[in-house]
């Protein structure tokens, strides 16, 4: 008897991945940059976080397939690190979570929400409708047929099943009674957003009419961005993926369709410093201003981007100064006082990439500054680079 298992559509927990776009996917995606990767990390539960680290009570969970997941996107444009900033410039405390997943549909969704959010009474969720019901929706089997990316029960192997003519809307608005039945049972907040995709496409434009429908019948808040996006064909890459100004751009439409609902408390203050600095990096130490009155509860970032054009292993390094002797720091201690306390930057040869740093703060530090240097020769361009701090 061959063994059956539900499919769980998630990234995976405790990932730290670089992606890379293949050949053929650029070819097809002409206004993705050719030799940019993509830093993709998750905590213990299968999250992406913000590049911000803010820990709060107060949680939002992105739900949602590949428009949702930014994989090829810089950490920092993301839409959960968008949103994250958003609100906390904005005095929300707000800590945002990403679950979107490439592939995945309404049905994997459900399964999602019992199996990760049952325990998560009080959060907020927010639900951007995926694209790929479209196919189950016209599958004689519908989510249970044998289609390799799409069937609910593996194992699934084929690519191609019957389909029907029409989409079976009951079914699609039985799978959104579902969502919003538990999210009510589990006391989780839902909003639901419109399918996000660009140019024409008759199927999408009736599963959004479907879901619009409903949520309207049944006091779900609904935020229809359709209209604006087959407006702004520029905010995507393709039909379906966001390029940094639609993540935007979607971010800030989405908060002020949310923020009602939230809580605002001025608890934390967010603020940005940036090295100004965007050519290539020399030996001579780059410093930031120098960041005061921090405590054990201070949460700095470093997030670089930058361009590795040499082969070297670890063509540069940041460091830090703490105006004292750290009581405890993950970092190497230099016998170079222009460094004093570093780490190394690494890239790929040939690739530009994001990266995003955690500055450790010892206990008895009082203030510090962090500065960034090549380590032997010219092998990094600074696209841009800039320091992120949570009091």
């Given at each position: 008897m061959q063994k059956r298992t539900i499919r769980l559509k998630e990234l995976g927990t405790n990932i730290n991945k670089l992606y890379t776009p293949t050949l053929e996917y650029l070819e097809n995606c002409p206004l993705l940059k050719k030799n940019e990767i993509y830093e993709i990390k998750t905590d213990e539960e299968g999250n992406q976080y913000s590049i911000f680290g803010n820990q709060s009570e107060n949680k939002i969970f992105l739900l949602g397939a590949s428009t949702v997941e930014c994989l090829y996107m810089g950490s920092s444009k993301k839409l959960h690190s968008v949103l994250e900033k958003t609100l906390l410039i904005n005095g929300y405390n707000y800590e945002v979570k990403n679950l979107g997943t490439s592939g995945t549909h309404t049905l994997n969704i459900i399964n999602l929400i019992i199996n990760k959010l049952i325990d998560k009474a009080g959060s907020t969720v927010i639900l951007v409708l995926p694209s790929n019901d479209e196919g189950p929706l016209q599958y004689e089997k519908n989510y249970f047929s044998s289609h390799v990316y799409h069937a609910t029960i593996l194992p699934a192997l084929d690519k191609k099943v019957k389909r029907e003519v029409d989409i079976n809307a009951e079914l699609y608005t039985r799978n959104l009674g579902l969502i919003k039945g538990i999210c009510d049972q589990l006391k989780l907040k839902l909003f639901i957003t419109s399918i996000c995709y660009t140019n024409e496409a008759a199927n999408l434009n009736r599963l959004n009419s479907i879901a619009k429908e409903y949520c309207y019948n049944n006091s779900i808040p609904f935020l229809d961005l359709e209209k604006d996006f087959q407006e702004n064909q520029n905010y995507?890459?393709?039909?379906?993926?966001?390029?940094?100004?639609?993540?935007?751009?979607?971010?800030?439409?989405?908060?002020?369709?949310?923020?009602?609902?939230?809580?605002?408390?001025?608890?934390?203050?967010?603020?940005?410093?940036?090295?100004?600095?965007?050519?290539?990096?020399?030996?001579?130490?780059?410093?930031?201003?120098?960041?005061?009155?921090?405590?054990?509860?201070?949460?700095?970032?470093?997030?670089?981007?930058?361009?590795?054009?040499?082969?070297?292993k670890a063509p540069a390094l940041y460091a830090v100064d703490y105006f004292c002797t750290p009581t405890s720091t993950t970092l190497i201690k230099s016998a170079n006082p222009e460094i004093g306390y570093y780490k190394y930057i690494t890239g790929?040869?040939?690739?530009?990439?994001?990266?995003?740093?955690?500055?450790?703060?010892p206990n008895n530090c009082e203030k510090l500054k962090v500065g960034i240097r090549s380590w032997e020769g010219k092998g990094i361009i600074i696209h841009n680079a800039f320091l992120s701090i949570i009091n």
């Open positions: 995507f890459y393709d039909k379906l993926h966001f390029l940094p100004e639609g993540a935007a751009y979607f971010s800030e439409k989405l908060f002020n369709f949310i923020k009602d609902e939230l809580t605002q408390t001025n608890e934390k203050n967010l603020t940005f410093l940036d090295f100004k600095y965007s050519h290539i990096l020399e030996k001579n130490m780059v410093w930031s201003e120098t960041i005061t009155n921090i405590s054990h509860k201070t949460k700095i970032k470093l997030i670089i981007d930058f361009e590795q054009i040499d082969t070297s790929k040869p040939k690739k530009r990439i994001e990266r995003v740093l955690d500055i450790d703060i």
